[in-house]
Antibody
Framework: EVQLQQSGPELVKPGASVKISCKASGYSFTGYYMHWVKQSHVKSLEWIGRINPYNGATSYNQNFKDKASLTVDKSSSTAYMELHSLTSEDSAVYYC??????????WGQGTTLTVSS | ENVLTQSPAIMSASLGEKVTMSCRAS?????MYWYQQKSDASPKLWIY???NLAPGVPARFSGSGSGNSYSLTISSMEGEDAATYYCQQFTSSPSITFGAGTKLELK
């Protein structure tokens, strides 16, 4: 059974950074892209970017290229997303999602990020 | 960016009623994908490659369309179908965008 287990909710101060994790199981981690998606009340669902766990190659939505950094640890089948210089606009739920060609066949449970002083 | 416009934003249907929702792309795409999301849950893949139902999706659902215009149809509304449905497109680069969603409520 494919599972994507994300880290817990985060409360961070403006200007700080945060790193969210997504541990994959039940499939070949290096065989599929891992994507990250932001869900907020303002903009619904936004694609942040993807990483190829096999070689670490990344692609980003231009709107997030200076905001997010995607990495993986193949030894633990875990993907990470670090968000920098946080503002209140970054408060949202963030999902990791397993890519299957052009779409997402499995999603993590989501990580709620709250940016507040 | 390929903007996806979903309509209506909110709709309600009675049990047994036929439901159709729309997703229009600002640029033509080859395929459309749909996700179902219920409150406090993650989105679930619902329809892929325009018309293929994801595993476990009831046969009362169908997807159709081409070019700039796509739709999701429920032949007979059931209570469990109340949810928000999002369309998604993919173009090479890659560029992935979602619609704003159609919230379907039980009347």
């Amino acid at each position: 059974e494919v599972q994507l287990q994300q880290s817990g909710p985060e409360l961070v101060k403006p200007g700080a950074s945060v790193k969210i994790s997504c541990k994959a199981s039940g499939y070949s981690f290096t065989g599929y892209y891992m994507h990250w998606v932001k869900q907020s009340h303002v903009k619904s669902l936004e694609w942040i970017g993807r990483i190829n766990p096999y070689n670490g190659a990344t692609s980003y939505n231009q709107n997030f290229k200076d905001k997010a950094s995607l990495t993986v640890d193949k030894s633990s089948s875990t993907a990470y997303m670090e968000l920098h210089s946080l503002t209140s606009e970054d408060s949202a739920v963030y999902y990791c999602a397993k890519g299957l060609r052009d779409y997402f066949d499995y999603w993590g449970q989501g990580t709620t990020l709250t940016v507040s002083s | 960016e390929n903007v996806l416009t979903q309509s209506p934003a909110i709709m309600s249907a009675s049990l047994g009623e036929k439901v159709t929702m729309s997703c229009r792309a600002s640029s033509s795409v080859n395929y459309m994908y749909w996700y179902q999301q219920k409150s406090d849950a993650s989105p679930k893949l619902w329809i892929y490659y325009t018309s293929n139902l994801a595993p476990g999706v009831p046969a009362r659902f169908s997807g159709s369309g081409s070019g700039n215009s796509y739709s999701l149809t429920i032949s007979s509304m059931e209570g469990e179908d109340a949810a928000t449905y999002y369309c998604q497109q993919f173009t090479s680069s890659p560029s992935i965008t979602f619609g704003a969603g159609t919230k379907l409520e039980l009347k």
